[in-house]
T-cell receptor, first 114, second 115 residues
C-alpha cells in the first residue's frame, strides 16, 4: 500500500537532548512537509521540501532541522534549542502529477519532554 | 499571506441534527480549499476539497461544503450528524501558485455529538 510511515509513534526526550523523527513515503511525491500540532492552535508548518536536497523554513522553524537526501525520506530533528518541543508532529506529502492534487498525512509522532 | 479562521472552537449538536462548521479564508488568488477530520491521536483524513468549478462540493461520510467567493467562506455541512462524527475538524487553504504549495490550517473546531 502506498502511504506515509512516521516513527516512532511515541517519543520521550530528556531536557537538552536532540531527537529525530522519521518520515518515509512510497507515494513517489516530490514535496514533503512537517507540521506541529498543539491544542487550540491547529497545525503549524515547521519545514518543507519541494525536491531532493532542498528545503525551506516554515512558520516555526526555530529549534528544528531537516534533511532531504532521498526522495522517500524527510527526517525532522528536534534540537535542544527548541524550548517547548512537547507536541504532536505530522508529516505530509503533496501529489500534483495528476488531477488529484492532494496532501497525504502520516499518523503522527507524539513527542514528550520528560 | 494566506490565513484561515475557524471562529467556533467547540460545537455540540444532538445526533440526527444538522451541522454547519464555519471557515473563512484570506488569500489573494483563487484558493485551493480543504476540510480534514482528525480523531484523537490520529493523522488527518481528507473530507473534501475545492479547486474550481461547481461551488458546492460533496465529500465522504455525507459531508458537503460550499465555496462563496464573495464571503471568503468555505463552510462544511452535514444534514444529519452521527455519533461517530465526533472529532476535530480543520479547514485549510493551499497556495498552488507559488510558495511551495504550503497548506495553511485553521485552529480547528471540536465537534461533540450528544446522543
Amino acid at each position: 500500500d502506498g502511504g506515509i510511515t512516521q516513527s516512532p509513534k511515541y517519543l520521550f526526550r530528556k531536557e537538552g537532548q536532540n531527537v529525530t523523527l522519521s518520515c518515509e513515503q512510497n507515494l513517489n511525491h516530490d514535496a514533503m512537509y512537517w507540521y506541529r500540532q498543539d491544542p487550540g492552535q491547529g497545525l503549524r508548518l515547521i519545514y518543507y521540501s519541494q525536491i531532493v536536497n532542498d528545503f525551506q523554513k516554515g512558520d516555526i522553524a526555530e529549534g528544528y532541522s531537516v534533511s532531504r537526501e532521498k526522495k522517500e525520506s524527510f527526517p525532522l530533528t528536534v534540537t535542544s534549542a527548541q524550548k517547548n518541543p512537547t507536541a504532536f508532529y505530522l508529516c505530509a506529502t503533496l501529489g500534483v502529477r495528476d488531477v488529484s492534487y492532494g496532501y497525504t498525512f502520516g499518523s503522527g509522532t507524539r513527542l514528550t519532554v520528560v | 499571506a494566506q490565513s484561515v479562521t475557524q471562529p467556533d472552537i467547540h460545537i455540540t449538536v444532538s445526533e440526527g441534527a444538522s451541522l454547519e462548521l464555519r471557515c473563512n479564508y484570506s488569500y489573494g488568488a483563487t484558493p485551493y480549499l480543504f476540510w480534514y477530520v482528525q480523531s484523537p491521536g490520529q493523522g488527518l483524513q481528507l473530507l473534501l476539497k475545492y479547486f474550481s468549478g461547481d461551488t458546492l462540493v460533496q465529500g465522504i461520510k455525507g459531508f458537503e461544503a460550499e465555496f462563496k467567493r464573495s464571503q471568503s467562506s468555505f463552510n462544511l455541512r452535514k444534514p444529519s450528524v452521527h455519533w461517530s462524527d465526533a472529532a476535530e475538524y480543520f479547514c485549510a487553504v493551499a497556495s498552488p501558485e507559488g510558495g511551495g504549495n504550503k497548506l495553511t490550517f485553521g485552529t480547528g473546531t471540536q465537534l461533540k455529538v450528544e446522543l
